[in-house]
């Protein structure tokens, strides 16, 4: 029955708002159980009490955003009046569960202005300042290695961050992005501009600074010995992300060291240990539609199922495939059949796999915070894209005539 009831609830709005979906459930409800009416029959209204409040309740705990809207709070509350007066014991459902909402709320308000601060907070680009940076003495420059040296510390602290964008990310906002009219409903308004999708794109803007500040560690270093040591660390620490479970962190640092400014370092790399790395890039690689990724995803899931330790229970996806692997659901089967009728089995597969997150999202972090380093993962400064070639070029000299042309380009802007 919950499997149903979120099913249902998830794949609703594709169709219909929650407040007009729930105004209808109401009016459905006072309809057919005549709640409208005094005296209310109480033995029928005690039959379908529970019913009503069992959806409500799953309602609020598995979608609490959808009650940010005043309308939404009334008319719940509006139903839940009407059968009170049958059983008391529907009136201490009603404070239980409100309160429990505004509780939700408040963790997911907290959450969203966390989230404010960081992105206010982190700076974006210190390209223009890259000659200036990379001459300042060693005891004033930070750098990742001089705030945390050990590989599986700043792996646990990578998925703190990662649990707690999870955390904030609400199932909605899955099916959000696909949102339209319902071809079929020519009075429906499409209400696809009414929700946001912050906390999920907050995520996917987290994934690409970790990828930038990756590339940014290693290609900031002036000493090609230094710049070694920096990748094998990351290669370590990438490696412990995959043992924990973190697959995006891992596949943040991959992408980061494969990015051309980093990976055109070939002296330097020719000076780094690399096996692990070139294992760990088989690992996340995107043949067979990411076969073997996926086939290590399934075992930490399994692993997650069976597991007594909540350092055991961690499960992080690739996160941008996940939201791939939804897309291509959605967008690769039709809403409704032939016949008109709504699609179900479509979902049922779109509420398991998005079920499945809402499972995952919810492991408490076992490990320590450390907040230097939380600090540093969030406003520690990353290159832009120009900046790093030029710090790369700088480190190891162009080789060929297109990356002297660059170069001479960006050291042309530089000092307009």
């Given at each position: 029955m919950k499997a149903y009831v979120f099913t249902f609830l998830l794949s609703a709005r594709l169709f219909i708002s929650p407040p007009e979906l729930l105004a209808r459930l109401c009016e459905t409800c006072i309809k057919q159980q005549h709640l409208d009416q005094s005296p209310l029959d109480t033995a029928k209204v005690r039959k379908f009490g529970p019913k009503i409040l069992q959806l409500l309740t799953e309602w609020t705990e598995t979608f609490p955003t959808d009650f940010r809207e005043e309308k939404m709070v009334g008319l719940f509350k509006d139903i839940i009046h009407r059968i009170a007066p049958c059983d008391e014991a529907y009136w201490k459902t009603l404070n239980q569960v409100l309160q429990t909402l505004n509780q939700k709320l408040a963790a997911i308000t907290q959450g969203e202005e966390s989230i404010v601060r960081v992105n206010t907070s982190s700076v974006s680009s210190i390209s223009d300042k890259l000659v200036a940076f990379k001459a300042k003495p060693p005891p004033i420059q930070k750098d990742m290695l001089s705030i945390c040296h050990d590989p599986y510390t700043l792996a646990q602290?990578?998925?703190?961050?990662?649990?707690?964008?999870?955390?904030?990310?609400?199932?909605?906002?899955?099916?959000?992005?696909?949102?339209?009219?319902?071809?079929?409903?020519?009075?429906?308004?499409?209400?696809?501009?009414?929700?946001?999708?912050?906390?999920?794109?907050?995520?996917?803007?987290?994934?690409?600074?970790?990828?930038?500040?990756?590339?940014?560690?290693?290609?900031?270093?002036?000493?090609?010995?230094?710049?070694?040591?920096?990748?094998?660390?990351?290669?370590?620490?990438?490696?412990?992300?995959?043992?924990?479970?973190?697959?995006?962190?891992?596949?943040?640092?991959?992408?980061?060291?494969?990015?051309?400014?980093?990976?055109?370092?070939?002296?330097?790399?020719?000076?780094?240990?690399?096996?692990?790395?070139?294992?760990?890039?088989?690992?996340?690689?995107?043949?067979?539609?990411?076969?073997?990724?996926?086939?290590?995803?399934?075992?930490?899931?399994?692993?997650?199922?069976?597991?007594?330790?909540?350092?055991?229970?961690?499960?992080?996806?690739?996160?941008?495939?996940?939201?791939?692997?939804?897309?291509?659901?959605?967008?690769?089967?039709?809403?409704?059949?032939p016949n008109g009728h709504v699609h179900f089995a479509k979902f049922v597969e779109l509420a398991r796999q998005v079920g499945e997150f809402m499972t995952w999202k919810q492991i408490e972090c076992p490990f320590e915070t450390d907040r230097s380093i939380l600090h540093y993962l969030h406003t520690a400064p990353i290159f832009s894209e120009d900046g790093l070639y030029l710090a790369s070029y700088e480190s190891e000299s162009p080789e060929n005539q297109v990356e002297k042309d660059r170069w001479k380009a960006l050291r042309y802007d530089r000092y307009q």
């Open positions: 602290q990578l998925t703190h961050v990662e649990l707690e964008h999870l955390s904030n990310i609400g199932p909605e906002e899955f099916v959000q992005a696909f949102v339209q009219k319902d071809p079929l409903d020519s009075s429906q308004p499409c209400f696809s501009d009414q929700k946001k999708t912050t906390n999920l794109e907050a995520y996917v803007r987290w994934f690409n600074r970790l990828c930038y500040l990756v590339a940014t560690e290693i290609c900031m270093v002036n000493d090609k010995k230094q710049r070694a040591q920096v990748i094998e660390f990351f290669i370590d620490v990438a490696r412990e992300c995959f043992n924990i479970g973190n697959f995006n962190s891992l596949m943040a640092i991959i992408s980061g060291m494969n990015m051309s400014p980093v990976s055109r370092l070939k002296k330097t790399w020719g000076k780094a240990k690399t096996a692990k790395f070139f294992i760990l890039e088989h690992q996340m690689d995107p043949t067979g539609n990411f076969y073997n990724y996926r086939t290590a995803l399934r075992g930490a899931a399994h692993r997650s199922q069976t597991a007594n330790s909540n350092r055991e229970k961690i499960v992080i996806p690739f996160f941008s495939l996940l939201i791939k692997d939804i897309y291509f659901l959605n967008e690769g089967c039709a809403n409704r059949l």
